[in-house]
């Protein structure tokens, strides 16, 4: 039975692509460098906005990362001016949440972005009343994919791993499912293609967030791969 639903924020309950772009860019204008496509951030974002940072640098003439360690309190600054830059939740979410919350599931959030930007952000476009706990990055959890957090969820809500599904739209997501022992679901529709999900072992894939219902319904107790063709 699941209890509860855990989600990655960024590409799995929001579009929140271009408030990284914006901050990062941001930093490499600064270095002199020219600023990269929002489109490359789908790639660059997952892992936090350190690394976003570091990739971007990468890709714009900084490969060594020369700026990259005084680079990280200015993304961080820029980044917390304005964590709502172009950012909206994805079509259905906000829908589909609020029957989960009717059938009486708990649900989290856990995610790299920084702790307090991650609660802005969540609170602003869902309220208050929506998730039962939101993780972002602090000092005492580790980054995904490290599975700390997810089980901190689950124990603050007093539930099992096997009693959680998990949702994201990276390979890092992914493995964090995975190495916590629960149902690990890759939504399509955020940062990442689709073989990057069935490559790190989702448990399966939905294309839209009304599909979350009827998983939990068909699937919530079963632990199947999705097989590459």
């Not at 209890?3 to 990062?24: M, N, P, Q, R, Y």
């Not at 929002?38 to 974002?45: D, G, L, S």
């Not at 490559?199 to 919530?220: C, F, S, W, Y």
Request: glycine share 8%.
């Amino acid at each position: 039975m699941v209890k509860t639903c855990i989600f990655d924020l960024d590409g799995t309950i929001a579009d929140t692509v271009e408030s990284i772009a914006h901050a990062v860019n941001r930093v490499l204008v600064q270095y002199g460098l020219e600023p990269r496509p929002v489109e490359n951030f789908n790639y660059y974002a997952g892992d936090g906005i350190n690394l976003a940072l570091k990739r971007a640098l990468a890709d714009a003439g900084d490969p060594q990362g020369a700026f990259w360690k005084q680079g990280i309190p200015l993304v961080r600054q820029y980044f917390a001016e304005d964590p709502l830059y172009h950012v909206k939740p994805f079509q259905g979410m906000p829908e589909t949440l609020r029957r989960l919350k009717q059938q009486g599931i708990s649900l989290a959030v856990f995610s790299n972005k920084p702790h307090e930007q991650a609660v802005y952000v969540v609170e602003k476009l869902y309220g208050t009343d929506v998730f039962d706990r939101i993780q972002g990055q602090t000092a005492g959890v580790p980054l995904k994919p490290a599975p700390d957090g997810a089980w901190k969820i689950a124990r603050e809500l007093q539930v099992k791993p096997e009693e959680c599904m998990y949702f994201g739209d990276t390979n890092t997501d992914m493995q964090t499912g995975r190495a916590a022992g629960m149902f690990t679901v890759g939504v399509t529709w955020g940062f990442r293609p689709r073989q990057e999900l069935i490559d790190n072992h989702a448990m399966a894939l939905i294309d839209t967030p009304e599909e979350i219902l009827r998983l939990i319904q068909e699937k919530g107790n079963q632990k199947e791969d999705v097989e590459s063709d």
